[in-house]
């Protein structure tokens, strides 16, 4: 447990996003366990206090993984989308999940500090 005692989940089928953002947060002491698709964050079903997680992925996208989560009954008390897509579905499907924050990528740090903080007020 860091400091922070705050666990993070970052789902990315990309290497680079999932090792950056596990440097960045961790700088922060965040505890950040990262996984590089839906299927691999559900089946090792961690206990977390935010998730971050990538739209458009092979296989589960990030809305079907909240989806999921919600069907289980699991309660995430912030869950953040990255996303570069456009469609304004996107938003409101996430919405309609309880996504509060969809982040538009490229990504700058202190954009995802910053909402970081702001969620888990």
């Known amino acids: ?27 922060y002491d965040y505890d950040v366990h990262t ?39 699991r309660q995430i008390p912030a869950i953040i989308m990255i996303t570069a897509a456009t469609d304004p579905s996107v938003e409101r499907s996430a919405a309609e999940l309880g996504i509060r924050q969809v982040l538009k990528k490229p990504l700058a740090n202190q954009v995802l500090l910053n909402t970081l903080r702001d969620q888990l007020r």
């Open 1 to 27: 447990m860091t400091a922070t005692g705050i666990v993070i989940a970052v789902i990315d089928d990309d290497d680079a996003v999932c090792d950056s953002a596990r440097f960045l947060l961790e700088t």
């Open 35 to 73: 996984y590089q698709s839906g299927a691999d964050f559900l089946r090792d079903d961690p206990v977390i206090g935010c998730l971050i997680v990538d739209y458009h992925m092979p296989g589960l996208n990030g809305l079907e993984v909240v989806a999921e989560l919600r069907k289980r009954g």
